[in-house]
């Protein structure tokens, strides 16, 4: 099950990924979901790129101790500003889609 498949919690509800059924609102839903997708795609540059953790965080200036915190997941300790810095400086292009909620 990927993190885009509608989740269900108990009768009658049903989410459309993990974010929605544990956040308190929509708006911290969307921030983790997009925190998460710029973490994936980092931690798949590095593997990509064969990239030690010093060499990832030489090209996207911050610390190895940072890059072990993002290859492992620790999502709590990234904010999207320094995600999306990092993943500039990483070399990916990124784009904001806007729609309307569903």
Do not use: C, Y
Not at 21 to 37: F, G, K, L, W
Not at 65 to 78: C, E, M, N, Q
């Amino acid at each position: 099950m990927t993190e885009h498949d509608q989740q269900t919690d108990g009768p009658g509800q049903s989410f459309e990924s993990v974010w929605d059924a544990i956040e308190d609102t929509p708006a911290e839903a969307a921030n983790m979901r997009m925190r998460s997708e710029l973490m994936i795609a980092l931690k798949a540059r590095i593997e990509a790129r064969g990239w030690t953790q010093a060499e990832a965080a030489r090209v996207m200036g911050v610390t190895q101790p940072r890059v072990s915190d993002l290859v492992r997941g620790k999502i709590a300790l990234f904010g999207l500003d320094a995600l999306v810095g990092m993943a500039s400086a990483a070399g990916l292009h990124l784009e904001v889609r806007v729609s309307e909620a569903a």
